[in-house]
């Protein structure tokens, strides 16, 4: 099962293919528009064929094109970002335990989340879904098909998120909103991000383990 990704609400009275940009290198429509003026735009890279290009994502054009496109790597760049402390490493192998034992009697809904432990590194995102900001390290403890649960040693303060997630099938990039966000012991914060779009082809499966 690959996660499911909620639309936008779609925009009436816009000229779709007149702000719609092809991919210069294989000609496809992508959900990316070129930005005007000193409008902040984002690097983004065709799945199809890897050429580069500057952007804007709407994903309001037509949101299932969005696994045409992802981020380019610098944007999830933390190189210079807090690795993250082993007592964030302890906290999470903490939590786990305890939702393994609670799995059996709490869980069996329809859609369940899975607890898991993978890096991802994050960055705030503005309301037109362009990083800005330094990305951050942060670990997902839960997946669901609608959105997911992460520990990070900083604060989150973002309303909208790009997540880019360490997984056996690769590197997967998704949108989100933060959905709520709680300090939990030492500073640590445990926040909830719902998903909004799905970057990239590469799937992320969320199976019960
Ligand atoms: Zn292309």
Request: proline share 7%.
């Given at each position: 099962m690959?996660?499911?990704v909620?639309?936008?609400?779609v925009l009436?009275?816009v000229?779709?293919?007149?702000i719609r940009?092809?991919c210069?290198?294989?000609?496809r429509?992508?959900?990316?528009r070129?930005?005007?003026?000193?409008e902040?735009?984002?690097?983004?890279?065709?799945e199809?064929?890897?050429t580069r290009?500057?952007g804007?994502?709407v994903?309001?054009?037509?949101?299932t094109?969005?696994?045409?496109?992802?981020?380019c790597p610098?944007?999830?760049?933390a190189?210079r970002?807090?690795?993250?402390?082993?007592?964030?490493?302890?906290?999470?192998?903490?939590?786990?335990?305890?939702?393994?034992?609670?799995l059996?009697?709490?869980?069996r809904?329809?859609?369940?989340?899975?607890p898991?432990?993978?890096d991802?590194?994050?960055?705030?995102?503005?309301?037109?879904?362009?990083p800005?900001?330094?990305?951050m390290?942060?670990?997902?403890i839960?997946?669901?098909?609608?959105?997911?649960?992460m520990m990070?040693?900083?604060r989150v303060?973002?309303a909208?998120l790009?997540?880019?997630?360490?997984c056996?099938?690769?590197?997967?990039?998704?949108?989100?909103?933060?959905?709520?966000?709680?300090?939990?012991?030492?500073?640590f914060?445990?926040?909830?991000?719902?998903?909004?779009?799905?970057l990239?082809?590469t799937?992320?499966?969320?199976?019960?383990?």
């Amino acid at each position: 099962m690959s996660m499911k990704v909620a639309d936008e609400p779609v925009l009436s009275a816009v000229n779709f293919s007149a702000i719609r940009q092809r991919c210069p290198g294989c000609q496809r429509a992508l959900p990316i528009r070129p930005p005007q003026n000193d409008e902040t735009f984002a690097e983004w890279q065709c799945e199809a064929c890897h050429t580069r290009l500057a952007g804007i994502f709407v994903p309001e054009i037509v949101p299932t094109l969005a696994d045409r496109v992802r981020l380019c790597p610098q944007h999830f760049d933390a190189s210079r970002a807090e690795p993250i402390p082993p007592e964030l490493r302890k906290l999470v192998a903490k939590f786990l335990a305890g939702r393994e034992s609670r799995l059996a009697t709490h869980e069996r809904r329809r859609n369940p989340r899975v607890p898991c432990d993978l890096d991802a590194v994050i960055v705030g995102l503005d309301d037109r879904w362009t990083p800005h900001g330094q990305p951050m390290r942060a670990v997902v403890i839960d997946l669901a098909e609608h959105g997911l649960g992460m520990m990070t040693a900083q604060r989150v303060d973002a309303a909208r998120l790009a997540i880019q997630i360490q997984c056996s099938a690769g590197l997967v990039q998704l949108f989100g909103r933060t959905a709520w966000s709680n300090f939990v012991s030492d500073g640590f914060q445990n926040t909830g991000v719902e998903f909004r779009h799905r970057l990239g082809r590469t799937t992320l499966k969320v199976e019960e383990q």
